[in-house]
Every structure is written in C-alpha cells, then in structure tokens.
C-alpha cells in the first residue's frame, strides 16, 4: 500500500519569500511517481509538478522545483518568489507503477494550507 | 477552454434522492477517474474508464453509485439514494493513454451537499 504524509497543516510566507512544503511517502514498489497539485477555493486541482522515481535530475516548472530525496522518501514542493496567488491548498500525491489497463490512480496526502502575506 | 469540465459545479439535494454528475475530458483523453473528497482530506479514487470500459472500482464505490461513459467520451457518476455521507467534492480527470510520465488533469469539480 501506497501512503502519503504531509505533516504541515497550514504555512505562511511573505510575498517574495521562498516556502517549502514538506511531503514523505511510502511504498514498496521501485517504480512510482510523485506530483504536487494546487487546490484553489474555487475546487480545481491544478498540476504543478511531476517526479518520476527513476529520475535522478530534481524537477523544476518555473517558478516550483522538487527536491526528492529518495533515500529519506521524501518529495518536497519549493515555491521560489511567493505571489498572493499561490495562496492555496497544496496536495502531495503519489502514483505507483504504470501498468497497461490498469488504473494509475493517485493517493493524496491531506495537504497544506499556503497563505501568502504582504 | 479545452480543459476538463463538470457539471452541476454545486449541487444540494435532500436524503434519499437521486443524483448525476456529468464530467467532459479534453477530447484526446482516452483515461478517466471519478474521485471524492471530503473535508479537510485529499482526493480517493472512485473509478477509473479506459476508453468506454470501467476496470477498477474501489471499496468506496457502494452499490448506490454507478458510473458510465458509453461512448468513451463523457463520464456520468450517478448516486442513489444518497445519505448525508455522500456530502463531498467529486473530481473527475483525465489523461491519454499513459506511461511512465502520465500526468492526470483535474476539472474543477462537483461540490454535494446532502441534507
């Protein structure tokens, strides 16, 4: 079974500010990959950034990078130069290997609440 | 907006009646999941479709839920006889037929609210 810890439930940064969001995992599979979404209150989860167990370069989209540690199983979200719109909540979520004609279905931790201050 | 859509984004029903949720994938989407979630928790899965076939259900999904997607395109969720249990957010997502890197796309959801 695949687990998800994010053991911050709410986190505050100034504008400007760097932030990181803490996210452990468990699994016995070799092959997994791990995501951060942003949930907004309007509900949508939107994709931030994807981590595939076998990379060995740490992601980055723009203004978000992973730092995956694997040997500590973790997968931490760093946002650089927080913006007012990054106020959200932030899901870690994992997805064990693909299998064809299987569902690749996603385990979520129970989030992080950001809130951006000026 | 060629994300994915769902419809009624808010919907408030009394015990015991009936309820369906429509989801629209972007249109080369072949993968779709229904999941829940409930307050202060992150998403479940429900379901998962590939093309028109649903091939994994989990425990979550009660006999009083049923999902389709008959032409492989849209996907319905219908709940029966809904209890105030039932009261969650239901996400639908959808990806194409993936790999090592599937990356699945989220619409903005179905708030229930069972009085």
């Known amino acids: 079974a695949q687990k998800i810890t994010q053991t911050q439930p709410g986190m505050f940064v100034q504008e400007k500010e760097a932030v990181t969001l803490d996210c452990t995992y468990d699994t016995s599979d070799q092959s997994y990959g791990l995501f951060w979404y942003k949930q907004p209150s309007s509900g949508e989860m939107i994709f931030l950034i994807y981590?595939?167990?076998?990379?060995?370069q740490n992601a980055t989209e723009g203004r978000y990078s992973l730092n995956f540690q694997k040997a500590r199983k973790s997968a931490n979200l760093v946002i650089s130069a927080s913006q007012l719109g990054d106020s959200a909540m932030y899901f870690c979520a994992m997805r064990g290997p693909y299998r064809a004609g299987t569902a690749s279905k996603l385990t979520f931790g129970t989030g992080t609440r950001l809130q951006v201050t000026l | 907006d060629t994300g994915v859509s769902q419809n009624p984004r808010h919907k408030i029903t009394k015990r015991g009646q009936n309820v369906t949720f429509r989801c629209d994938p972007i249109?080369?989407?072949?993968?779709l999941y229904w999941y829940r979630q409930t307050l202060g928790q992150g998403p479940e899965f429900l379901t998962y479709?590939?093309?028109?076939?649903?091939?994994?259900k989990s425990r979550l999904l009660s006999d009083r839920f049923s999902a389709e997607r008959p032409k492989g395109s849209f996907s319905t969720l219908e709940i029966q006889r809904t209890e105030q249990g039932d009261s969650a957010m239901y996400l639908c997502?959808?990806?194409?037929?993936?790999?090592?890197?599937?990356?699945?796309?989220f619409g903005p959801g179905t708030r229930l609210l069972v009085l």
């Open positions: 997502a959808s990806t194409t037929h993936g790999g090592y890197q599937e990356t699945q796309y």
């Open positions: 479709f590939q093309n028109e076939a649903q091939l994994e």
């Open positions: 249109s080369e989407h072949n993968r």
């Open positions: 981590q595939g167990s076998y990379d060995e």
